[in-house]
């Protein structure tokens, strides 16, 4: 795959394919920007960027399901090699778990 049939919301980085419709949901970069993207990569994205929100797109459900999916994804979750121990390296699930444990 070379990335170029893939939706605005798949990372370069990120080798994993699109789940169809490439549409699913709007990922809102926080910043201004929007880009169609589908309910895989609309998570993944959504982790992975400050401020960022999802918004339905062609599939009901899909930004909610993509919301719940990215809570418990780490920022860049394609890159397995880089050290997880900084609050901004792990998971918004996992941050709440470590803070709420005595
Ligand atoms: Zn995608």
Not at 29 to 57: K, Q, T, W, Y
Not at 81 to 88: A, I, V
């Amino acid at each position: 795959m070379t990335g170029q049939d893939r939706c605005g919301a798949a990372h370069p980085e990120d080798p994993t394919p699109c789940t169809i419709p490439q549409d699913a949901v709007t990922v809102l970069d926080g910043h201004g920007g929007a880009v169609p993207g589908c309910e895989h990569h609309g998570a993944r994205m959504a982790a992975s960027l400050n401020g960022a929100r999802i918004e339905p797109g062609s599939v009901v459900g899909a930004a909610t399901r993509a919301l719940t999916a990215a809570d418990r994804l780490r920022p860049y979750c394609w890159d397995t090699t880089s050290p997880r121990t900084r609050p901004d390296q792990l998971s918004h699930a996992e941050n709440r778990a470590a803070t709420t444990t005595p």
